[in-house]
């Protein structure tokens, strides 16, 4: 370990402001591995067959080996950072791609990850401007316009509070998979279950596979959880854990939603939540609430997670943008 990164790490063990632990950063990880992808994952079973399994499987394994990569990069370039004075939030991809080839190689990586972070933005935004209309009873636009606010005001809040905002989101995913779990054993217990799944279906495993990698949004924020992390020596244990966690989740999520609704599963498992395999509400009231607590659910979990993916986006044009800057580029 260099001297400069060692006595940075000492101060930092004894500053009163510490970093996330080992444990915040794993469930952070996992809130944003989670993205909004998952919600079409078992439209993705729908599309591919049970064989879908393994496609899965391998891009986990991939993604984590990846993030393993950045971390040990990030490692090995602390030294020079600390001698040019680069503050954490802007060691980056884009300080990668600058020690590899300079400022070209910078302005590259920084700007492949400014349009995936942007993306995954919008990806956010549009499942909750989408999902909403179904729930309250107000016009699309300006639904979409109180999304937006509610979306700037939580990109207020300090970067402390990331892995806060995570437990919000993870609750959300708990609940929308204890919505499947109930409106499965519904469908069960009138007899309604799917019995149309296949194997596999070789025509839709490319549009598979392209959810699959939806479905680990982490590389574009990972450097900056990375950075907030208090021991920094613990990064291999957070990929290990997170993508493990992630793997079982994902997998038991596509699982039960194909399994329970077949070649009737939506492109938003949101919409089979309380309904059969018509897409019919189930005549009772929990059916009913159900639905709507899953779509509450599912929007609140997009919004926690977008102040992430701008604040990333924002600490890739380093202190060229002052506070003031920021957040006029998050609010656009």
Known sequence: MSEPLAVELKNEASSSVRGVSMWGTVV???NVFVGGGFVVLPYAFRLSGWLFVPVLLAVGVLMGFTLWIM??????????ADELNVPRSQRDWGWIGYMAFGTPGRLLFAGCMFFDLAGGALVLMSI???QLPFLLPINHKVTAVLSCIVAILFCLLP???FSWMAVVGMASQVFLVMGLVITGLQLHSAGEVAEDQVALNI???PQGFGIALL???AHSEAPLIYQLMEDKRQWNRVVVYSMTLTEVFLLAFGILGYGFFGGSVAQSIADNIGRDTELQLLPNALSAF???ATILGLSSKQLVTLPLLLDATTDLFGEKLQKKGQFAMKAV
């Open 128 to 130: 909750v401007i989408e």
């Open 203 to 205: 025509s839709g495993l």
């Open 71 to 80: 971390g040990f990069l990030l490692q090995m370039v602390d030294q020079k």
């Open 290 to 292: 159900l639905a709507a």
């Open 215 to 217: 479905c680990f949004l």
């Open 28 to 30: 952070t990880m996992l």
């Open 159 to 161: 970067k402390k509070a």
